[in-house]
């Protein structure tokens, strides 16, 4: 390009804003090089790396621009109550963004006191951050620390922006980032996603139930992270000295306890026993479905705490408990007592299920106690048995099962045995919580999938990456991350979040009042 063209392009840019100029030349430089490159790729790299130099040039000429017409008060008044009346301009702080290091630039007040530090005013109508890096920045960088490995996460965030952070940095600001998830959850005003599903034939008031569910995962930690009450891997009686034995754990995991809230759509025709046990067609698109769902992860509270964050969670969707809330369990007694603890004490009365793919795994359990190994019969009785639950007749089940060992005993003390007595103590405890004919009926789930499936890929598909070890206040502020976006929030808690910040880093450093004044 001849050089009198640029010259006439920078005046006429120059003509619009001061200091375009440069800019614009840069650009028109960087279409005639995109136009002399060969390939795609090479025209695509070019204008993806130069382009982002062009584009931070934007943001620095609109920052110096502000910076310029920043007008000078007689004084700016901290919350300490001292005011500062020594202005000085020239105070510059590095920020890094998406596009490269900006230099912002504004007026420091002073008071001249010991110990009462200087403001800069612009500082907070920029809602600049406490750290170095830009909130879209942050945000981007969370984004992928949540998904992936820091270290994964670096290379990402380098790939998307040419920018480089460190892994204590990025840990630092997906800390910070979560700061703010256990409020923001607790916020009544936190507005609904999705209208509520049309509710089924047996619904009360036209109202769709509410599902509740909670289940926990282990996620290995650092020794200083386990649970104090826990007994130390080294002080376990161990069976062998190098090798785990039969029913022994390592003990370097700490619970993940997981809590989902959702509203049931229940299918159009019911299910029948015979298609849930795969004997008729149909099954695969007649079940019921969770949508709207809510999902609380915590590693740093006990199970206690995280249930009652869903039965919060019920309470703000439900106040007036309208609906039918129905609570889906694997059976753990001690989850089953603090989630009818937490209906008592809000006034409601739950339905609880147990979980039928639990019951199906003691049939099958107890099935290789009559059968012989890999016998084709043992399928059929498991079958057999799980329908006579389904229709209603637990009892006759568990009659049936106590005859079977009657009539034909284990050894005692044998494995057998033991797996016998498991079962019929399972079944017996479980039986008031084993309604599958009306569940059916009313269209609602009979299994956990829902939480189980949150345990996997809020928990296990992140904290269980190979070689991890986890800190709590790491490990929280992933987990809190991951079930913020898994239900949904993650745009409005990062516009809450933020507006925190802006009040805690800015604003609550003035007296009130002060940001008329610094337009």
């Known amino acids: 390009m001849e050089g009198y063209g640029l010259d006439e392009l ?24 995109a136009s002399r490159a060969v390939t795609l790729d090479a025209m695509e790299d070019l204008a993806w790396e130069r382009g982002r130099e062009v584009l931070c040039g934007v943001v620095q000429l609109a920052l ?22 020594r202005a000085e301009r020239g105070h510059a702080r590095t920020v890094v963004t998406r596009l490269g290091k900006v230099a912002v630039r504004r007026i420091g007040y002073r008071s001249g006191i010991k110990g009462a530090g200087s403001l800069f005013p612009r500082d907070a109508v920029l809602s600049l951050p406490p750290c170095r890096y830009s909130w879209a920045l ?4 969370v984004m992928y620390c949540a998904a992936v490995s820091y270290e994964q996460a670096r290379g990402l965030v380098r790939a998307a922006t040419g920018v480089s952070v460190g892994k204590r940095q990025l840990q630092q600001v997906t800390a910070r980032a979560a700061a703010d998830v ?14 509520l599903p049309a509710a089924g034939p047996q619904a009360r008031d036209g109202l769709p139930p509410l599902g509740i569910s909670g289940d926990g995962k282990g996620v290995a930690m650092l020794p200083r992270a386990r649970r104090r009450r826990a007994r130390a891997p080294g002080q376990r009686s161990r069976a062998f000295r190098k090798h785990t034995g039969t029913g022994e754990k390592k003990g370097h995991k700490r619970m993940a306890q997981t809590g989902c809230v959702f509203d049931v759509i229940a299918p159009e025709q019911p299910r029948t026993p015979e298609q849930v046990m795969g004997l008729e067609p149909g099954a695969a698109g007649n079940m019921p479905r969770a949508v709207n769902r809510w999902y609380a992860c915590d590693i740093t509270a006990s199970r206690d705490v995280a249930i009652g964050k869903v039965f919060g969670e019920a309470g703000r969707r439900d106040p007036g408990h309208q609906r039918r809330w129905i609570v889906l369990a694997d059976g753990d007694n001690s989850q089953l007592d603090q989630m009818r603890a937490q209906a008592a004490a809000r006034g409601v009365t739950v339905t609880i299920i147990i979980d039928f793919t639990h019951v199906l795994g003691y049939l099958w359990k107890a099935a290789w106690c009559f059968h012989a190994a890999r016998d084709p019969a043992a399928e059929d009785w498991v079958t057999a048995q799980g329908l006579d639950i389904l229709h209603g007749r637990a009892g006759e089940v568990i009659t049936r099962i106590t005859d079977l060992a009657a009539a034909d005993p284990p050894r005692p003390g044998s494995e057998h045995a033991r797996i016998i007595r498991t079962t019929l103590h399972y079944l017996n405890a479980k039986q008031p919580f084993m309604d599958y004919p009306a569940a059916l009926a009313a269209g609602w789930p009979i299994a956990t999938g829902v939480i189980e499936g949150a345990c996997r890929h809020l928990v296990q598909d992140r904290m269980g990456i190979t070689g991890a070890r986890w800190g709590l206040d790491g490990a929280q502020a992933i987990l809190w991350l991951r079930a913020t976006a898994a239900s949904g929030d993650t745009d409005a808690y990062w516009d809450w979040h933020i507006t925190q910040e802006h ?15 610094a337009a």
Do not use: I, K, M
């Not at 942050?138 to 960088?141: G, M, N, P, S, Y």
């Open 182 to 195: 256990e409020r923001f959850c607790q916020d009544p005003a936190r507005p609904r996603d999705e209208p």
């Open 503 to 517: 009040q805690r880093n800015h604003l609550s450093r003035y007296q009130p009042g002060t940001f008329d004044l």
């Open 10 to 33: 920078a005046a006429s840019a120059e003509a619009v804003l001061a200091g375009l100029g440069p800019l614009v030349v840069a650009l028109a430089g960087l279409a005639v090089q």
């Open 64 to 85: 110096d621009g502000q910076a310029a017409r920043e007008v000078r008060v007689p004084q700016v008044t901290g919350a300490d109550g001292v005011p500062r009346r």
């Open 138 to 141: 942050q945000r981007l960088a």
